[in-house]
């Protein structure tokens, strides 16, 4: 994983991080990170990143997820967030996360995120349906 990825680029948005972010030595706190980017995978999904009937038709659930830690942030000012697809298998997917300072564009932390089509009366994996593919550009 490296700040200059050649992925292919899905989705960014800015993160507002609140005053309660911080954690007592007055940065961002770890887990506030993780959570950033879940609003821009849920943001990225409902505004049609798989396209708009996977919405309906499907769940995703995280099979793993990790972050690096690169540099400390502190409240007051928004995040990058840049989503891009790694890998597509036939029922998941893998995403980077990145976050980025607003100032400069300098990597704050990154990690990969797993992603599991799911059915959820089956209760097992299933695989991406055509249209999911499509929206990803890779039919």
Not at 28 to 55: D, M, P, S
């Amino acid at each position: 994983m490296t700040a200059t990825s050649p992925n292919q680029r899905l989705y960014e948005m800015q993160v507002h991080p609140f005053w309660s972010d911080q954690d007592m030595a007055g940065h961002v706190n770890h887990v506030q990170y993780f959570r950033y980017c879940e609003e821009a995978r849920v943001c990225w999904i409902k505004e049609g990143g798989l396209g708009a009937e996977f919405v309906a038709a499907a769940d995703l659930v995280i099979g793993a997820i990790n972050l690096r830690y690169v540099r400390e942030w502190k409240h007051g000012k928004p995040l990058k967030v840049v989503l891009e697809l790694i890998k597509l298998g036939t029922s998941s997917l893998t995403l980077r996360q990145a976050l980025y300072s607003t100032d400069d564009d300098a990597l704050i932390a990154e990690g990969e995120a797993v992603m599991i089509c799911f059915d959820s009366e089956a209760r097992c994996s299933r695989p991406f349906p055509p249209s999911a593919r499509q929206a990803l550009g890779q039919v």
